[in-house]
């Protein structure tokens, strides 16, 4: 049975898509914690590193019929091959379509369970726990201004909402109001979801470097209630700009992808920032393994943020210990109009990388030669 959807009826009251405005803040809202006194400078381009890997492309097959649309979300299940995607069913968006957005192919590339039809207007990032259980956030919504995507305006408000699914697609849990909000009527372009060891769900939110866009992270219990949030839009230490991914390191700190700013942030779980590094680049997806290495997918520089150009786009690899990058999976593409290679990163238990992409609209594997 689906559970009731875990707001406030205040917030209900205040979902509409198109109506959405920005609020007071919180009463949940945590103060900015002091700076680090040596956060770090920006880094200067990381791009010699060198590439042990060979690129796979098709792996992962679709079915008679259906051609791949924008993908910005990949995952791993909990047996270590098979892979979860989040998929947007068009070239933008799901809205209005009767294909399932979440895919997910065994080992060798093979689909062998899809669902979400009709839920998802743009589905923009995914997590699956260590229960199997599947989570997605819709980054956009019908009817109003949206993140990712938008659609028209048809029924009720839909979209800018957390889902959680059983691994056989049945739905458990929907977080935030259907079409979205601000402050406590939350979500506003949600781009992705992570559920702790301990149960605690954390979401990151703003799409938009637009004056009055959301920029922030929420951390909510096990049950699903609002704990605290973090950040708002700017480039300060303690601010963002599109917190695009999150990812956690063996120690339990949370790696924030600031991706408008160029760098990621690191905290602890109560919010408070405990560094802030340069080096892997502009992060649209991060991914850490058991092991603390870390894989930062740069979607964007020099063609989205075109006076970024003397980072190259790809997937860096290092260590989220030390920070230090050693390896570079390059963009084949040098001069691309708009986003490219991977925006979604994940690693299998064998070690291959998967890079999901918007542009190229692509699910890529990479192997170590």
Known sequence: MTRPTLVPAAAALAAACATAQPAAQSAAQTAPAAVPAAVRQPAQPTNDAPNPYRTVEGWARMPAGRAWGSTSAVDVDPDGTSIWVAERCGANSCAGSDLPPVLKFDSAGTLVASFGAGLLVAPHGIFVGRDGHVWVTDCACTGGRGGAAEAPAAGPPKGHQVFEFAPDGRLLRTLGAPGGGRDTAYFWQPNDVLVA?????????????????????????????????????GAGPNDMNQPHALAMDSRGRLFVGDRGNDRIQIYDQQGRLLDTWYQFSRPSGIWIDARDTIYVADSESGSVARARTGWKRGIRVGSARTGVVTAFIPDPAENPPSTSAAEGVAVDARGNVYGAEVGPRALKRYVRR
């Not at 060891?197 to 979401?203: C, K, M, R």
């Open 197 to 233: 060891p301990d149960g605690s769900i954390f979401v990151a939110e703003g799409h938009s470097s637009q004056p009055g866009s959301t920029a922030r992270v929420l951390k909510f219990d096990r049950s699903g209630r609002l704990l605290k949030t973090w950040g708002q839009l």
